[in-house]
């Protein structure tokens, strides 16, 4: 094998610069991901390779990637986001004016989602075999039929755009608490069943549900050389936590504004601006 390969010496200086180049290459393609250009959903093959950029697989059969802030996937273009704030804390100093920037700073002070967690599951297969994706479903950690009593809301986005209604649901307060499409179309193909081969990248968007509380993971059930898997997913290590409590109080960052209101939870509720 010698003289196949050239050996150089680099310098210092010429080695920080390329690793500068590296990172901010993977910097570039990770905004790229998590902006939800990356369009393709289950029912439909993504085809997009995205290489060295997934979680580390460990001794997994694929690789995978949370985008847990639905504000910056377009599948939800025209939602409002909605959250819960601690009980007993409420927002001060200058707040963000970009829905996206709200909502990572609201998870940062220990917010909880209203309603519905919207997550982006995005998975690359690596097994020389080929993955078989038999089927997607919540593990619940923690849950209470009623609403455990929390701070103040906050809500943001509900931009103008066109939404995809090619996502995955899940009812968090049901026994069977699989995943399924949120809509039924005539011809949908099923959203699981299909062989995932190595290279290829699948895009899952999610939406879980709850009239309550609920602590979970999302378990994702594979078959790999005729041996089946389950693989849970976190939220960056953490459960996914969804809670159905209804706030007397919301601070409101109506769609195209920079201005914050606040709102009460009522009928005919009255908003100020918080200026």
């Known amino acids: 094998m010698e003289g196949k390969h050239k050996v150089t010496e680099t ?46 697989p460990d001794q997994r059969s694929v690789a995978l990637n949370v985008v847990n802030n639905p504000a910056t996937v377009n599948t ?22 970009d829905c996206d920037r709200v909502i990572d700073w609201a998870r940062r002070n220990k917010a909880v989602d209203q309603e519905v967690t ?28 009623k609403p455990t009593p929390a701070g103040v809301g906050l809500r943001c986005g509900g931009a103008q755009g066109e939404a995809t209604p090619r996502q995955l649901e899940i009812n968090l307060d049901a026994e069977n608490r699989s995943a399924k499409y949120s809509t ?51 939220n960056r290590g953490k459960p996914f936590e969804t809670t159905a409590w209804k706030s007397p109080q919301i601070y409101k960052l109506p769609a195209g504004s920079e201005d914050w209101m606040l709102c009460t939870n009522m009928p005919h509720g009255a908003c100020k601006n918080t200026r």
């Open 184 to 234: 039924n179309t005539p011809g949908q193909l099923k959203p699981f069943g299909f062989t995932l081969e190595k290279g290829e990248t699948e895009v899952f968007d999610l939406a879980a549900t709850t009239r309550g509380t609920a602590e979970w993971l999302i378990q994702l059930d594979l078959v790999v050389g005729g041996k089946q898997e389950t693989v849970d997913v976190q």
């Open 11 to 56: 310098t210092e200086e010429e080695a920080a610069t390329a690793r500068e180049m590296r990172h901010a290459s993977v910097r570039k393609v990770w905004r790229w991901l998590a902006s939800g250009i990356t369009t393709a959903v289950i029912g439909a093959a993504a085809g997009v390779y995205v290489p060295k950029l997934l979680d580390p």
């Open 76 to 97: 939800w273009g025209t939602e409002e986001f909605g959250l819960v704030m601690p009980k007993g804390k409420t927002p001060t100093g200058q707040l963000p004016t």
């Open 118 to 145: 919207r997550v982006r599951l995005v998975i690359q297969g690596i097994a020389d075999k080929g993955v078989l994706i038999e089927g997607l479903r919540a593990k619940i950690l923690n849950r209470s039929p």
